[in-house]
C-alpha cells in the first residue's frame, strides 16, 4: 500500500445509515491506523522537536539509511519514506498512534494520524533513550515525582519497558502540574552531569543495560513499564 486512503466519507455513511453509527468513526480510526503501518509512507509533519528542528532531525535519520520523499501532491500530510533495513512500524493500543521501531526493537519514532473524516491530520516526533517523566501517583498526598528513565527495546505485542535511572522526590505545588520533567533544577543538574546530549534524539541509543548499570554502580536499576 502506498498511502492511507483519503475516506470521502461514503464509506462512513454506509455504516451509519446500516444501523453501524456507534463506533463509526472508532472503526474508522482503526482503518487508518492499519493502513498507515501497511504503507510506505510516513507523516509529512513533524512535531515536538525542540530544540532542533526538521532538517537536523532528517538529516540524522537518512544517516541511518531514511530515505524521504517529497508529499503526495493529493495528499500532502503523508509522503513516502524508505525505512533502513530491519526498522517496521508497529500499531499501538491507541488507533491514533503507531511508532516506528528499529531493527533491536527500540521505539524511535511516534506516529500520529487521527483518519477521521472531519478532522484528519497526522504528525511524527522522534524518541529521546533518556527521559525525564512526572509521576502522579502521590499527587494527593502533595508528593510529585520525576523519573529518569532509559528506553528498553519493545517486544511485540507487549508494552514499552524502561530502566528506571533516578528518581527525584518533590513537594508537589501547583504550579508544577505544568513543568516537564527537565524544568526542575535538580533533575537538570543530574542529567547534564550524567547524560549531557540527553536532549539529542540521536545520542545514548547504543548504551545496553549492561552499560547502564556499569555507569550506575551505587544505584539498584529496576526495569518498569511505559
Known amino acids: 500500500m502506498e498511502k492511507p486512503d483519503k475516506e470521502d466519507g461514503s464509506l462512513l455513511l454506509l455504516e451509519i445509515f446500516s444501523g453501524g453509527e456507534e463506533g463509526a468513526i472508532e472503526r474508522q480510526e482503526a482503518r487508518g491506523q492499519l493502513q498507515l503501518v501497511q504503507s510506505n509512507s510516513l507523516p509529512t509533519k513533524w512535531e515536538d522537536l525542540y530544540p532542533w528542528d526538521d532538517a537536523y532531525v532528517e538529516a540524522g535519520l537518512e544517516s541511518l539509511g531514511f530515505e ?6 493529493d495528499d500532502p500530510i503523508f509522503r513516502p519514506v524508505t525505512l533502513p533495513s530491519g526498522w517496521s512500524k508497529r500499531a499501538v493500543a491507541h488507533d491514533m498512534y503507531s511508532v516506528v521501531v528499529d531493527d533491536r526493537g527500540f521505539h524511535r519514532l511516534g506516529m500520529f494520524y487521527k483518519a477521521a473524516i ?19 501517583r ?21 508494552p514499552g519497558m524502561v530502566l528506571v535511572l533516578k528518581e527525584f522526590t518533590f513537594s508537589a505545588d501547583d504550579n ?27 545520542s545514548y541509543w547504543e548504551l545496553s543495560l549492561e552499560d547502564f548499570r556499569a555507569k550506575h554502580p551505587d544505584r539498584d536499576l529496576v526495569v518498569v513499564e511505559e
Not at 524521504?68 to 501532491?73: A, I, L, R
Not at 502521590?138 to 507487549?158: F, N, T
Open 68 to 73: 524521504f520523499g517529497e508529499p503526495y501532491p
Open 118 to 136: 472531519y478532522d484528519r491530520r497526522a504528525g511524527m516526533s522522534p524518541a529521546r533513550r533518556i527521559n525525564a517523566c512526572k509521576s502522579y
Open 138 to 158: 502521590d499527587y494527593d498526598k502533595g508528593i510529585l515525582h520525576v523519573r529518569v528513565e532509559a528506553s528498553l527495546p519493545r517486544k511485540e505485542q507487549q
Open 176 to 202: 508544577d502540574f505544568f513543568k516537564q520533567g527537565t524544568d526542575f533544577d535538580e533533575v537538570a543538574t543530574w542529567l547534564s552531569t550524567h547524560y549531557p546530549d540527553h536532549r539529542d534524539f540521536f
